[in-house]
């Protein structure tokens, strides 16, 4: 009975003192420690550390510099490599954090108003239509269970790559009265399907009941491009058809220079917009490879200059965004790049790419009296704190126009294919 009390006694003392911990703010600063981070050589982060302790490099490691003062532990890097820095308390060991150092990365700063066009893998089906036959009016895509957002890719096992390829079959095997064999991609599946076209009473061709597109256009915003590869990244969100809704998988595509021509201002519950066209040349100035949740990108033709920033900048790690001031560069009058204020609300340390890293607010009076705040073609204007380019704006509230997310640069760096922390070097040594 004895021992029965000394055990619920023993386990309320202990449930007890989680509790205070958890609440004991010391301890909950140390919990957020994290056990790995990553800085650029030259360059460091902090953390809060109000108990004792003393921090300290582990063995004889020489890529970080540690301090603590002022119940502050700051922790950074001396050159390319790994580290450890240890925190102890009266001599025990209460957390190691693993450091890793990387060089310092620099690209250019966008704010270019550019075009975009993007041509398709396949043609893209759109909708239904009904054929008016003698028999009656009928949809021959629909009935073979093809759906909108579905790309054909092959028709009787030859390869589709614009609209132009597709009405030939139609017609040879309506004439013939044969069906088509369709080869169709459905998000990760491909589908083969039978289709027979059907001869409009009212006209003497065959149609097949579908509305189907090859290629799309719109304007956005330029992020960046890294000079040494001349890899760029644009719009910080993925591109998606306007009629499916769909993201557009693309074949290829181009980007080319665009003017701002007017402004319809945004307001709560109507998203504004920048109208623009393109340049008069029409001159491709980079391609597109890659349409993803992070934006466009390809490479340039050439080097090319925003007029505001012409110089490359470093870029910073979520970690390294902080909430306060920062400034985004954009375009909302003709070709011309402009500096604007805003306010990193919140932000989102995060560990893998996700889009929403993070909330800006539009805190420049004159680009608020311009267009209300964020309105479309703004995507992909990139958001520069403390003299390093932290993200790009990616969408804007639709019931409060001056605010909006922001993605980080480290995941549309990624998307474009720059690796700025050498691991290919790595994997190569290894």
């Not at 390869?159 to 139609?170: I, L, R």
């Not at 910073?316 to 985004?328: D, M, N």
């Amino acid at each position: 009975m004895k021992k029965d009390i000394t055990r619920k006694m023993i386990g309320a003392f202990l449930l007890v003192s989680i509790m205070v911990l958890c609440v004991f703010q010391p301890f909950k600063e140390y919990v957020q420690i994290p056990t790995k981070i990553t800085v650029f050589e030259g360059q460091g982060i902090t953390f809060p550390a109000t108990l004792p302790v003393q921090a300290k490099v582990g063995g004889t490691d020489t890529s970080v510099d540690v301090s603590h003062n002022d119940g502050v532990v700051a922790v950074s890097g001396r050159k390319t490599g790994q580290g450890k820095v240890l925190l102890e308390m009266a001599g025990f060991p209460i957390k190691q954090m693993n450091v890793d150092v990387i060089p310092e990365y620099k690209v250019y700063p966008g704010g270019q108003s550019i075009g975009v066009k993007l041509n398709t893998v396949g043609v893209l089906v759109v909708g239904h239509h009904l054929v008016d036959t003698v028999d009656g009016k009928h949809s021959p895509g629909e009935i073979a269970g093809i759906q909108v957002g579905d790309i054909i890719t092959k028709i009787n096992g030859k390869t589709v790559e614009q609209m132009s390829d597709v009405a030939p079959f139609v017609q040879e095997a309506g004439k013939k009265g044969e069906s088509l064999q369709i080869e169709i991609a459905r998000e990760q599946e491909t589908i083969e399907t039978e289709l027979t076209p059907l001869k409009d009473k009212d006209e003497d061709s065959y149609r097949i009941g579908l509305y189907i597109r090859d290629s799309a256009a719109g304007i956005g915003t330029m992020t960046f491009y890294d000079p040494k590869t001349m890899r760029y990244g644009a719009l910080g969100h993925v591109i998606s058809d306007m009629d499916t809704k769909k993201p557009i998988v693309v074949q290829d595509g181009q980007i080319v220079r665009s003017t701002v021509t007017s402004i319809e201002k945004g307001s709560n519950g109507v998203p504004g917009e920048k109208l623009a066209r393109f340049s008069n040349d029409r001159e491709a100035i980079g391609d597109i490879t890659r349409n993803s949740p992070f934006g466009i990108f390809g490479k340039l033709h050439k080097d090319i200059q925003n007029g505001k920033m012409d110089e490359a900048l470093p870029i910073a790690l979520p970690h390294e965004v902080k909430e306060g001031p920062a400034k985004i560069l954009t375009v909302v009058d003709e070709d011309k790049v402009e500096e604007f204020d805003v306010e990193v609300v919140s932000k989102i340390e995060q560990k893998f790419p996700a889009t929403k890293g993070m909330v800006i607010k539009i805190t420049d009076p004159k680009l608020l009296e311009k267009t209300g705040g964020i309105v479309q073609g703004m995507s992909g204007s990139p958001i520069i704190q403390d003299g390093k380019i932290i993200g790009a704006v990616t969408h804007v509230f639709v019931n409060d126009p001056t605010s909006g997310y922001g993605v980080h640069i480290e995941w549309m760096l990624n998307e474009a294919g720059i690796d700025i922390y050498n691991t290919e070097d790595e994997e190569k040594a290894s």
